[in-house]
């Protein structure tokens, strides 16, 4: 039983990002089977948030700290799932809450993040930006939180009607992103009238046509901040393989 439901886990961490739905399948069989489990409440908790099942997500979660397993760094997914669910004022009630001041600079930034959304969902466009103005905002080092905290920032920014001083944290947030998880250059391209063009795919095609790249196609760079880096029959099978492989010319497996 043990074993079934960590495999149920594994799939549900692994899909969490790529295929949201088919993950909480995983973490939902795994509930079925070990409810009791503080753990495994809050594996269904995160994959129900990841999948927008705001009431379930939040059930799961505080289910998971009742029995001891979930902690106050899950505050953030909380107060954004009362946002998901149309409660602004109780997502204020945990932002505001004495568990939010025992929370990590990740965990702090994160609070302040949902915040600002609850505050534009009110209509309080000024409050939002003004919420984000924390010290970190400010960090000259590329922190964890950097790209999500300027991305927010810009996005309040236009919210509140401010798209000149958006352009430059798009701009910020664009260049902290380094893996392209957000859309902040083609915000940031969008205000400013600008096209982007991406050489890479135009120049294949004209290498393959035999034709020398058009000298005039330029890619977006966006400006350079001053910072540095530092149901059952629908329950899917989980492969074994994850766990407990076998052992190689007799010595142990070592572990990831």
């Known amino acids: 039983m043990a074993a079934k439901v960590a495999r149920h886990l594994v799939m549900a961490g692994r899909l969490a990002e790529d295929e949201p739905e088919q993950a909480y399948k995983h973490a939902r069989a795994a509930r079925r089977l070990a409810s009791r489990v503080g753990i495994v409440r809050e594996a269904a908790g995160i994959a129900a948030y990841h999948s927008g099942e705001w009431a379930e997500a939040l059930a799961e979660l505080r289910a998971a700290r009742r029995l001891g397993a979930g902690d106050d760094s ?15 004022e109780r997502a204020l009630d945990l932002v505001k809450s004495p568990e939010a001041e025992k929370l990590d600079p990740m965990g702090r930034v994160e609070l302040r993040i949902v915040e600002s959304g609850v505050r534009r969902d009110m209509g309080q466009y000024d409050a939002a930006v003004v919420t984000l103005q924390i010290p970190e905002l400010r960090d000259r080092r590329l922190r964890p939180w950097s790209m999500r905290l300027f991305y927010a920032y810009a996005d309040a920014l236009v919210a509140a009607g401010r798209e000149g ?9 664009a260049a902290a992103d380094r893996d392209g998880e957000t859309d902040a250059a083609e915000r940031y391209a969008e205000i400013e009238g600008l096209d982007i063009v991406d050489t890479e795919d135009e120049e294949g095609a004209e290498e393959a046509e035999g034709t020398e790249p058009a000298a005039t ?31 190689v010319d007799g010595r142990p497996p070592e572990e990831e």
């Open 74 to 88: 899950y505050l953030p997914v909380m107060a954004d799932c009362e946002r998901g669910l149309g409660r602004p």
């Open 165 to 173: 001083e958006a352009a430059d944290w798009f701009a910020r947030a």
């Open 217 to 247: 196609d330029i890619a977006f760079q966006p400006p350079e901040p001053e910072i540095q880096d530092v149901p059952e029959e629908d329950v899917p099978e989980a492969p074994a393989v994850f766990l407990e492989p076998k052992p």
